[in-house]
Each structure stands twice: as structure tokens, then as C-alpha cells.
């Protein structure tokens, strides 16, 4: 199986910056899509932002585009999430997911790691 484990979150200042990060091991995918999701309380999971491995093509989800900045380490097999500019509804706890090359939905999914923006 596929193991993800995300670190990074915290408490921080509106305006201010926070970098995620993803650590995959296990089982791991020569071509795989990675994602950030997030939940706040009360609300559904949603899509933040994603990345290919092979051409690190990226995808964001409107009220984060301009702000936050997917990444990955491919050496590292390791993905990132710099957020800019964070907003306290921004405040949730973020996700990190992978899907396979074949897989029609995100199947492999971290521990989250909560990140709080105080107004």
C-alpha cells in the first residue's frame, strides 16, 4: 500500500505563509496524479490543488490560484503545497492524496495535518 504522510501545518497570521509537505513510501506509482484536498469543519471535502508526476503539469482550484503553489520532488517522492497570502478561511485540515495512472478517483489518502489562519 501506498503511505502518505503529510507535515507542515500549523497555526499562522492571515497574510501570512505556510508550506506543506508529502512524503510518500510504500508502494508507489511510476506515473501518479498527486493532490492536495481540504476539509473545514461543517463542510465537504474539497480539491485544492494537483500535480503530475511525469510533467508536473498542475491544476488549482479557483480560490487558491495565485496564492498557493504545488510541487514535487521527484527524488524525494515527496510533494509540496506553499500557500501565500493565507485567509482564515483558508483554515482546514489539508490532505494529501495520490491516484494511480488507471484510477478514476483518489484512492490513497494521508494522516491531514491542520492549518489554522487567525484574523
Known amino acids: 500500500q501506498v503511505q502518505l504522510v503529510e507535515s507542515g501545518g500549523g497555526l499562522v497570521q492571515a497574510g501570512g505563509s505556510l508550506t506543506l509537505s508529502c512524503a510518500a513510501s510504500?508502494?508507489?506509482?511510476?506515473?501518479?496524479?498527486m493532490a492536495w484536498f481540504r476539509q473545514a469543519p461543517g463542510k465537504e471535502r474539497d480539491f485544492v490543488a494537483s500535480?503530475?508526476?511525469?510533467?508536473?503539469?498542475?491544476n488549482y482550484a479557483d480560490h487558491v490560484k495565485g496564492r498557493f503553489t504545488i510541487s514535487r520532488d521527484i527524488a524525494k517522492n515527496t510533494v509540496n503545497l506553499h500557500m501565500n497570502s493565507l485567509k482564515p478561511e483558508d483554515t482546514a485540515l489539508y490532505f494529501c492524496?495520490?491516484?494511480?495512472?488507471?484510477?478514476?478517483?483518489?484512492?490513497?489518502w494521508g494522516q491531514g495535518t491542520q492549518v489554522t489562519v487567525s484574523s
Open positions: 492524496a495520490a491516484r494511480a495512472p488507471e484510477a478514476l478517483r483518489y484512492n490513497y
Open positions: 510504500g508502494r508507489t506509482f511510476s506515473r501518479p496524479t
Open positions: 500535480i503530475t508526476w511525469t510533467l508536473g503539469a498542475t
